[in-house]
């Protein structure tokens, strides 16, 4: 049975109730709308814990243009149903004021080791520190001993094991793989946005990385973005960056032998819609 929970004090007396049987618990953020992509972390929060809390928050401080937030899909009733069908325990779906009581110091920010000032977080100016500011009061209300994201978020996940670690907060951070539309495109509440034709041509984006990753070892990395950036430069599509970084420190790398973990990160413009997606272009042990 999902219990449905819109108060912070409702869920910590829950979950402290809980791990006080000790019982185990996962965690996994959303924004809502949710996809297939939300179910596989939810499945895999399952697996590994006795129970599963699924939190439902179109959290305000990281949008930096409002037009976004405003028109960020909810459908609350539909997610709850997807939430049952996998057998979530747990939904703390709150409004932004149990989340950031009045009174108290809500507009915090974070060091985040320059982890947040390149890529999404050089476009959307303020974006990381409301992600961490949301992700750092929710593990403080859900207190989870797994917390599941999505490496579709690959700067955010990078950003959340930073604070995790620098505040000694006791949760451990679980990453899943990216999970694709069939045409490879990466599931995003956004994506519905998009026209039948569009979200078809998306396409373009995964095979635009794949095709970056098979060049890899014959090409240097700044003619590897030139030419991603070309083949995403393609009228609707309107590419923001295409950056090849090391996957530790986020970033841009000049020199491809010299690293051992790289990633391709890129955002896309298609019908006012921005996309974001990214591929590990190397990762040796
Ligand atoms: P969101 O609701 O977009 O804030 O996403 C909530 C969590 O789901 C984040 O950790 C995302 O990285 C993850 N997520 C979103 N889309 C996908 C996807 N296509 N594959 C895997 N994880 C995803």
Not at 1 to 27: C, E, N, P, R, S
Not at 116 to 137: I, L, S
């Amino acid at each position: 049975m999902l219990t449905t929970l819109v108060h912070a004090k409702d869920v910590t007396d829950q979950i402290m109730a809980l791990k006080a049987k000790g019982l185990k618990i996962g965690f996994i953020p959303t924004m809502g709308a949710l996809h297939n992509g939300h179910l596989y972390l939810i499945k895999k929060a399952k697996k590994e814990n006795d129970i599963t809390v699924v939190s439902i928050f179109v959290n305000p401080t990281q949008f930096n243009d409002k037009k976004d937030l405003e028109k960020y899909p909810r459908t609350l009733e539909k997610d709850r149903l997807m939430l049952m069908s996998v057998r979530t325990d747990i939904l703390y779906a709150p409004e932004p004021d149990d989340v950031y009581p009045e009174g108290s110091d809500n507009n915090f920010s974070i060091d985040l080791g320059g982890l947040d000032t390149v890529m999404e977080g050089a476009h959307r100016p303020g974006h990381f520190n409301g992600v961490a500011q949301v992700v750092k009061r929710l593990l403080e209300i859900v207190q989870p001993d797994n917390l599941y994201m999505g490496q579709k978020d690959f700067q955010q996940f990078t950003i959340i094991q930073y604070m995790i670690n620098t505040l000694n907060i006791p949760t451990k951070l679980r990453v899943c793989p990216i999970v694709r539309e069939q045409n490879g495109l990466a599931m995003s509440s956004r994506n519905v946005r998009l026209s039948s034709k569009a979200r078809e041509n998306a396409k373009l984006i995964h095979n635009t990385l794949k095709a970056v990753k098979h060049k890899i070892k014959s090409h240097t990395s700044s003619e590897l973005a030139q030419y991603a950036l070309k083949r995403l430069t393609k009228p609707p599509f309107e590419p923001e960056y295409f950056d090849i970084v090391d996957g530790n420190t986020l970033q841009p790398i000049e020199n491809i032998d010299k690293h051992s973990y790289i990633v391709a990160c890129t955002a896309v413009w298609i019908e006012g819609v921005r996309l974001i997606d990214n591929m590990i272009l190397k990762q040796e042990k």
